[in-house]
């Protein structure tokens, strides 16, 4: 049997609270001629049968068939009853609440007109305010069936998220990822325009979206890397992408002509490149020239010497693949040497 409340209150609010309950489950017996004590920046809504009745304000109150008129019409309650009936009573706070934390739960996937499509992840605060305490008792309660400040605070989170990835899209449509730090100020804006309005449905006032941090995911961190990386040395993306193979020659090297194939096909110069570091490192002595009109051994076709151009192009992957930690110093100044004894080569 629900116990009779003679007082209804809420005396210990805390900081972050935003709703509380009277009782905390169940319905509570009450009667007129019971006390219900508001404090400042509270709201106090009778709630029976899925809708939120009357409502009481700052003040100390004495229930009766005056201040309880939709609830006295629900129930048929006489003026001198002192018969309990039950009813829960929300209590609500109108105060605002600020640096409300808001976060996206996983990586949003969106286009980047420079990146290409990018994975990301959002934080920030907003601030809120509970404007119609009924509307917000009825959607919250009646609706969504959720009272407690944690459910609350997270239903509101999942709002605010499920705008961000709209918001992102058609940022993204003329801007990148590399430009969001400026444009912090003009995404909040943009999410609390779109948010507003749901907020609304459920009596609260959206005041303010602060977007704090715009993190990228690791593949797409790994590509922002790289266009650093590329512009520390003027590389073209197309350059870079050539000179990914390098990596595998530069970690296992088997051996002088082995790195020089490497290296070869990484950048993508074809053999003749391959070549050209293969006899820089090695140093073979050249054969003797052939009579005029007398063909090479068979299985000894000669390979096209490299150009000028295409040395030059692996110098500069060659610093790229250090500019982006792949090889040691050591391995660098070995395969440079190479390179630069080539270039001498194609010169003379």
């Known amino acids: 049997m629900a116990r009779i409340i003679d007082v209804i209150e809420w005396p210990d609010q805390g900081p ?13 017996d009450i009667r007129l001629g019971s006390q219900v004590i508001v404090r400042g920046a509270q709201v106090a809504v009778f709630y029976r049968d899925g809708k939120a009745l009357d409502m009481f304000t700052e003040g100390r109150h004495t229930l009766t068939t005056m201040n309880l008129p939709l609830l006295s019409g629900l129930i048929g309650l006489a003026t001198n009853s002192r018969t309990p009936f039950p009813a829960e009573v929300y209590f609500v706070t109108t105060k605002e609440f ?6 996206t739960p996983g990586e949003i996937t969106t286009p980047d007109a420079v990146l290409g499509m990018v994975q990301l992840r959002a934080f920030g605060t907003y601030s809120m305010q509970i404007q119609d305490p009924q509307r917000f008792v009825n959607q919250i309660v009646g609706v969504q ?10 239903y509101l ?6 705008e961000i990835a709209s918001v992102m899209g058609a940022t993204m449509k003329t801007k990148s990822l590399l430009d969001l730090a400026a444009l912090q100020a ?24 602060y977007v704090v941090s715009i993190q990228p995911g690791e593949e797409t961190a790994k590509a922002i890397a790289t266009r650093s990386a590329m512009g520390a040395v003027g590389a073209t993306y197309t350059q870079y992408q050539a ?42 002595p050249q054969p003797p020239a052939q009579p005029a009109g007398q063909q090479p051994p068979a299985g000894g076709a000669a390979a096209a010497p490299a150009t000028k151009a295409q040395i030059e192009q692996a110098l500069i992957h060659l610093d790229l693949r250090l500019a982006n ?3 040691s110093e050591a391995t660098y100044h070995k395969l440079r040497e190479n390179l630069e004894q080539a270039l001498q080569k194609a010169m003379r």
Do not use: C, H
């Open 98 to 103: 600020v640096d409300m934390k808001w976060g």
């Open 186 to 209: 003009d995404l909040g804006a943009a999410i609390q325009a779109k948010a507003a309005d749901d907020f609304a449905a459920i009596g609260i006032a959206l005041k303010k979206v």
């Open 325 to 327: 930690g792949e090889i």
């Open 157 to 162: 989170r999942s709002i605010l998220v499920s």
């Open 243 to 284: 000179g990914q193979a390098m990596r595998e020659a530069a970690q296992n090297p088997g051996g002088g002509a082995g790195v020089g194939v490497g290296l070869g096909a990484g950048i993508g110069i074809g053999q003749a490149m391959a070549d050209a570091i293969r006899q820089g490192m090695q140093q073979p």
């Open 16 to 28: 972050n609270d935003i709703v509380k309950r009277v009782p905390e489950q169940g319905s509570g």
């Open 145 to 154: 069936g959720i009272y407690t400040t944690s459910q609350i605070q997270d």
